[in-house]
């Protein structure tokens, strides 16, 4: 079971960016999708998250301009991203929790996708 992350880039401030995440393998069900970011130096930290009845968490700092939304049929998770700010430059992570096929809950994440907000 692995996630694959696209959808980073280069943006100007006041731009917008839509990240993309797909979980593949054999999976049962998933419970929560989200996606956190990193800057050097500092620890990951919680953006979006959503649950499988979809029930939304925002970090303080992206409230009412990101959005994350999820595909229960494709295994996916989104981050639409409006009026970015260079504070948003980050490595963004997708995180999912969910139940493979072969059973146990587990926890994965896939490999960061870079965001850099700058003129």
């Known amino acids: 079971v692995q996630l694959q992350a696209s959808g980073g880039g280069l943006v100007q401030p006041g731009g917008s960016l839509r990240l993309s995440c797909a979980a593949s393998?054999?999976?049962?069900?998933?419970?929560?999708m989200g996606w956190y970011r990193q800057t050097p130096g500092k620890e990951r930290e919680l953006v979006a998250i959503?649950?499988?009845?979809?029930?939304?968490t925002y970090a303080d700092a992206v409230k009412d301009r990101f959005t994350i939304s999820r595909d229960n049929a494709k295994n996916a998770v989104y981050l639409q991203m409006n009026t970015l700010k260079p504070e948003d430059t980050a490595v963004y992570y997708c995180?999912?929790?969910?139940?493979?096929?072969?059973?146990?809950?587990?926890?994965?994440w896939g490999k960061g996708t870079l965001v850099t907000v700058s003129s």
């Open positions: 995180n999912a929790d969910l139940w493979p096929l072969n059973g146990g809950n587990m926890v994965i």
């Open positions: 393998g054999s999976i049962f069900s998933i419970n929560k």
């Open positions: 959503i649950n499988s009845v979809e029930t939304i």
